[in-house]
């Protein structure tokens, strides 16, 4: 696998790409979010782990502008998003790719025309320009030779490579994951994380992951975060968090899922 065309990656220059401040949501007399506060700056891969109905998706589901906080601001490279005019949403969404559990994959379209449909439409590209991206891309994710099948014709974990590379496609500075793996068969695991690794390793995108699969956690994060009720309860470097976790939640968590 190879560095898809490095010199179109996201800049990183450390600045704070992503904040949080005194966010909260409800879904009826359920507090998901409470008054939650974080920030991840450009280039770094942050980790959220936590047990199920914690709030981790709704966070991405923020960022992808699919849900509003009921109060509080969320901040995109210095832009609001809550609130803020459809235009300015659709510019910042620009800026953020998601990779959803689900492949969400266009059935009647090839893998070539399922990576290419968005940068043409939305980002303008040329036709020949999207296709060229797409291939690198394919080829980052290990199917150089599927770009003319069918999703349907695909093992669910080469949806998901699809899925990872068509995100990519349109170049963001933000990569989002919401447990990617979970509805492969556990032999396909292995090989969709290893395509993130990868990209991880090779790519200065930002990554922002919702996770069970701890191992993997250990090996991409540049920090942790371990949310319980709605809040960080802790938050450090993965050696910190994995070996060593300064709350009882924490290892308590940990215990059940390691």
Known sequence: MKDPDANTNPPVDGSELIRFEDVT?????????????????????????????????????????LTKPDEGTVTVDGEKLFPAPEKQLREVRKKIGMVFQQFNLFPNMSVLRNITEAPVTVLG????????RARELLDLVGLADKAGARPTQLSGGQQQRVAIARALAMRPRVLLLDEVTSALDPELV?????????????????????????????????QVLMFD??????????????????????????????
Do not use: W, Y
Request: aromatic fraction near 4%; proline fraction near 4%; charged fraction near 25%.
């Open 25 to 65: 949501k409800r879904f009826g007399s359920n507090t998901v979010l409470d008054r939650l506060n974080f920030s991840v700056d450009s280039g770094k891969h942050v980790t959220l782990i936590g047990p199920s109905g914690s709030g981790k998706t709704t966070i991405l589901r923020m960022l992808m502008t």
């Open 125 to 132: 590209m040329s036709k020949d320009e999207a296709e060229a």
């Open 190 to 222: 292995a090989g969709v994380l290893d395509v993130l690794r990868d990209i991880a390793r090779t790519t200065d995108i930002t990554m922002l992951c919702v996770t069970h699969e701890m191992n993997f956690a250990r090996d991409i994060s540049d």
């Open 229 to 258: 009720s709605g809040r960080i309860i802790e938050s450090g470097p993965p050696e910190k968090i994995f070996s060593d976790p300064a709350q009882d939640r924490t290892r308590e968590f940990l215990s059940a899922v390691l």
